[in-house]
């Protein structure tokens, strides 16, 4: 049979059991016979009245519709129905989870209807009857996720098709040559989907941007953003509007803020960081105590509601950091200069500072407008090199500027002091139940023309915690502030609930394969056990795996109006403030911790929980767009070492194959079952592994295998590797 015989067939399949539910569910009490129903359809050949026949029995055997006696068919009754989000697999069958249920409810291929991944869908779930596994089908569609993919045109003589990267989108987009705008065979573009007629096996569509040519570098980086809906430039209006703000300091303006422009103050960041948008400042008290500012960008002063550039801020909802670029939240002439806390020069600021006494406690604290200058300007390796050796002097080797220079004696102390309370926080932190995720940070060495010439890991040193615990300090405080005011205010919190039981006991048992277990018996037991498991596993082959479980075990930290407190910090209270060049709901906190201030009333509750919902998905899809990122630049550093030979540690385990990930650069790819040719090896779920049905040998999760490049594929960002064997069989 034909292609387009077969597509007929199914239109006319799909047809006749439309027709079967309307004529049963318009009068639901009475039964009809096929005769009767194709009487009403019209349908009068013998190969569409069998199509009818055979259709009938089939929706009978779904438990779709009931044969009240032979031959005779009847609705059933109103179908109860569920509401949840549509996960697709890559294999194309689907999840639904509902939250009222424990178990997400599977939906095979063909009975998802046209939801699409991500969609809010609504589900009917068959009767189990000795099913192990609750099953369903899509009914309705109530919200989609997404309108427009990512995909590489396939243009035909008299229309187009765009075939979508994203393997979970199951159908190509049918485009007429109209719809096609400048687009040619073979270009990565973004279309929209404008419709899905009853009668069409496609979605149609329309092209609204060209992108590139697949596999070109700033192609694929516009794809990533694209796929996730985030811009990648400002619009014009926004741009005109933020370049007409008067980012002037006004003598009239420092007057209503407490001037700080004389008290020692300087920043620590990434040495190629542009927007600055923290500082410290120490001073010395004369009853023995510091006064410690943590002072931020006051972005509120210039992004104000109302505007379209708040507008935009809120649509952005955060800064998106690519592995060769930042997206920012903002336009560079706030983020990289009105904002950006630079040294020598005037600065509107939104200050937290306290009195802290040499154990690092806080005696007293204050909140409120400020303007600073920062005196020095510090990169995380030239403050670490304080930290180690205690000496004035940056050499050029270290420096970020032009050549070596001195810094105060004053600067020294006050950074020895700042690292000596950090550490003492930090310990107390532990000891309350904190979570220590230092995670290894995979950095690529980028040429001009962004080709990967090396990767390096980044790890945070003692600079990089005393800049943290400050930050942590402040976020903890403010929220305090608020959070313990009566009545309740309305606050935007930083909160992570406590970790899914199961998750837990899933990652206890594929730990101990290391020699490694976790203490479940409560709280304190289990936080104490993680933190001695992360420490223990450090420099370690299993490190990243262990890691990256033990963050996939937590529960995702989100922002939302009703605190619960944030259990990987081990704090009652937290929020976010310290980032507001960055992170949307920074601005908010900064607005309501300024209107509480002032005395104001509390705002409506409902607002802030749309502002909340709005801010966590964004985040979420800023942290996947970056994750792909990195996984594009990681498939083109290997793609140049397709010749090399690697060690890696078995990352991860399915029924189609193993994942590897290599111990020296972090990159992962797969192994396919299928390529490996000494036995036929099939999964084992409970071993974490593949055997081999003859010879039984075991590739089991944590073990070192020996790996070669087999092929990538840069436009749907997928590496294969070629397995050569255990890795100590093979020294």
Request: contains cysteine.
């Amino acid at each position: 049979m034909t292609k387009k015989k077969k597509r007929a067939k199914g239109h006319k399949k799909n047809e006749i059991t439309k027709g079967i539910f309307t004529i049963l569910e318009k009068d639901p009490t009475r039964t009809f016979n096929y005769k009767q129903i194709a009487a009403k359809l019209d349908l009068n050949d013998t190969e569409s009245r069998n199509l009818l026949i055979r259709r009938l029995g089939e929706l009978n055997n779904e438990q779709r519709i009931k044969e009240e006696k032979r031959g005779s068919y009847k609705a059933l009754e109103k179908r109860k129905t569920l509401e949840g989000k549509i996960d697709i697999t890559a294999r194309g069958n689907a999840y639904v989870v509902v939250e009222e249920l424990e178990d997400d409810i599977f939906v095979p291929y063909n009975r998802l209807n046209k939801a699409f991944h991500g969609d809010i869908v609504e589900i009917y779930v068959y009767s189990k009857k000795g099913k192990s596994k609750l099953e369903g089908e899509i009914t309705k569609v109530l919200e989609r996720k997404k309108k427009s993919f990512v995909g590489i045109v396939d243009l035909q003589k008299k229309f187009a098709f765009v075939k979508p990267t994203d393997i979970r989108m199951y159908k190509d987009i049918f485009v007429p040559l109209d719809k096609i705008g400048k687009a040619n065979n073979g270009d990565k573009v973004l279309v929209e989907i404008t419709e899905w007629p009853d009668n069409a096996d496609s979605p149609f569509g329309k092209i609204i941007e060209v992108l590139g040519k697949p596999g070109e570098h700033q192609t694929e980086i516009h794809a990533i953003l694209a796929e996730y809906g985030l811009p990648y430039q400002f619009p014009e209006e926004v741009e005109n509007f933020a370049n007409k703000i008067d980012t002037s300091i006004k003598p009239e303006e420092i007057l209503k803020r407490r001037d700080l422009r004389n008290t020692l103050t300087f920043t620590i960041d990434p040495k190629d960081a542009k927007d600055f948008d923290d500082a410290l400042s120490f001073e010395p008290l004369e009853n023995g105590n510091y006064s410690i500012g943590i002072h931020i960008a006051d972005v509120s002063h210039y992004v104000k509601p109302g505007t379209i550039l708040e507008e935009e801020a809120y649509e952005r909802a955060t800064s998106v950091y690519l592995v060769d670029r930042v997206v920012p939240m903002l336009p560079e002439i706030l983020s990289n200069n009105a904002c950006s806390l630079r040294p020598h020069e005037d600065k509107y600021t939104f200050s937290a500072i306290f009195e802290l006494n040499e154990s690092g406690m806080v005696k007293k604290e204050w909140y409120g407008r400020t303007v600073i200058n920062s005196n020095e300007r510090f990169a995380y390796e030239e403050a670490q090199y304080i930290i180690e050796n205690n000496v004035a002097n940056i050499p050029k080797d270290i420096s970020i500027r032009e050549n070596a220079y001195q810094v105060k004696e004053e600067v020294v102390k006050a950074i020895h002091k700042l690292d000596h309370m950090a550490k003492l926080m930090r310990k107390k932190r532990m000891e309350e139940g904190a979570i220590s995720f230092d995670k290894v940070e995979v950095k690529f060495q980028l040429s001009p023309d962004n080709e990967p010439d090396g990767v390096y890991f980044k790890e945070a040193k003692d600079a990089n915690k005393l800049i943290e615990e400050f930050m942590l300090l402040a976020n903890r405080k403010v929220a305090e502030f608020i959070g313990k005011q009566k009545p309740v205010k309305t606050f935007v919190y930083r909160i992570h609930d406590q970790p899914d039981e199961d998750k837990l006991f899933a990652l206890n048992s594929i730990i101990k394969r290391f020699g490694h277990r976790l203490d479940l018996k409560d709280r304190k037991a289990v936080n104490s056990s993680l933190n001695k498991l992360l420490e223990d596993v450090k420099g370690k082959k299993e490190q990243n795996l262990v890691d990256t479980l033990a963050i996939r075990s937590m529960s995702k930290a989100v922002y939302s109006t009703d605190n619960i407190g944030h259990y990987g910090l081990a704090f009652d209270y937290y929020t976010h403030f310290t980032s507001p060049i960055r992170r949307y709901p920074d601005v908010l906190v900064h607005r309501l911790l300024q209107h509480y201030l002032d005395e104001g009333k509390s705002p409506a509750k409902k607002e802030y929980d749309i502002l909340c919902k709005h801010s966590s998905d964004m985040e979420s899809l800023a942290s996947n767009a970056e994750r792909d990122s990195i996984k594009y630049m990681q498939i083109r550093f290997m793609e140049n070492h397709n010749d090399r030979e690697f060690v890696g540690v078995i990352s991860g385990v399915t029924e189609w194959g193993i994942y590897v990930e290599i111990i020296e650069n972090k990159c992962e790819g797969m192994v396919r079952i299928r390529d490996i040719k000494d036995d036929y090896y099939t999964f084992d779920e409970k071993e974490y592994a593949i055997i081999g049905q003859r010879k039984h040998k075991k590739y089991q999760l944590g073990d070192e295998v020996l790996v070669m490049v087999k092929s990538t594929d840069l436009v749907k960002r997928h590496l294969d590797f070629r397995l050569l064997g255990k890795a100590q069989n093979l020294n």
